[in-house]
C-alpha cells in the first residue's frame, strides 16, 4: 500500500509538470514566436516604408515630387485657360471635362468613354496623378500608352507621346469646318480643337488649297515619344528649360 501511494505521488508530481510545461513553457514559446514574427513584420513594413513612401517622400528621393510639384505649378495644365483660372470649373461640362479635369480623364482612360453631360463634384486640374498612378503601381509608369485615333481616321501611334495625343488633338474634321457659312452662323468656337497638337504634328487634318502642294514636319517621323521627348525632358542647366512647356 505504502509503495502505491509513492507511485501514485511521483506519477501526480510528473503530471504537475506536464501541465505546468503546456500552460507556462508553451504559451512563452508562442508568444516568443509571435514576438519574433511581429519582428519581422515590423522589418519588412519598415523595408516598404523605405522602398515606397521615402522614394518619394524622403529628404534623398528616388523621384523628386517636389521639385516637380513646382514646376507643374508654373505649366499650363495647373494654371488652366489663359493661365489664371488655376481650377478645372469653367471646362466641367459638355465633353470638355473629359480632358479639362483630372477625374474624368482618369476615367475615359479607363473606360474609353465619358458622359458628355455629366459633372464633376469637386474637379481638380490635370495633374501628376493624371498621367500617373505611383500608389496603385508603385512606380511612375504612364496610365497608358495604346494608339489613338484621330478624329480623321489617323492613327497617332509615338510612344508615350499617345497619352498626350488623347487630348491633344483637333476634336474635328478641317473639310468639315471649312465651307461656306454666313456669318451671323459662324460660332466663337469656329474652327479645331485649340490644342490640334497631335493632328500637326503628323501633318494631317489641315484644309489643303485645292492646287497647292504642301511639305510635313520630321518631327513625327524622327523623334520616338513625340511630345514627351522634348517637353518632359530634364534641364541640364540653369535656364536651360521652362517649365511652362511641360
Known sequence: ???????????????????????????????????????????????????????????EPQYPLLGTKLAY????????????????????????????????????????????????ANPSQPGCYTCH??????????RTTATVILVDGTTFDKGAGNLCANCHQARSRATDLVKPTPANRIAPYWGPHHGPEADLLLGTNGYEYPGKSYSSTPHGRIIADSCVTCHMTLPEGRYSLSPEVG
Open 73 to 120: 505649378e508654373h505649366s499650363g495644365h495647373y494654371l488652366g485657360f489663359e493661365k489664371h483660372a488655376q481650377n478645372s470649373y469653367y471646362a466641367n461640362g459638355r465633353g470638355c471635362q473629359q480632358c479639362h479635369t483630372n477625374e474624368r480623364f482618369i476615367e475615359y482612360v479607363s473606360t474609353g468613354s465619358v458622359d458628355a453631360e455629366s459633372y464633376v
Open 1 to 59: 500500500m505504502e509503495s502505491l501511494k509513492k507511485v501514485l505521488h511521483a506519477n501526480s508530481f510528473t503530471l504537475f509538470l506536464a501541465a505546468s510545461f503546456v500552460l507556462f513553457v508553451v504559451p512563452f514559446s508562442l508568444f516568443s514566436e509571435g514576438v519574433r514574427e511581429e519582428g519581422a513584420l515590423q522589418m519588412e513594413l519598415m523595408k516598404a516604408f523605405k522602398d515606397n513612401y521615402l522614394s518619394c517622400h524622403g529628404s
Open 133 to 142: 498612378a505611383p500608389h496603385e503601381r508603385g512606380d511612375f509608369s504612364l
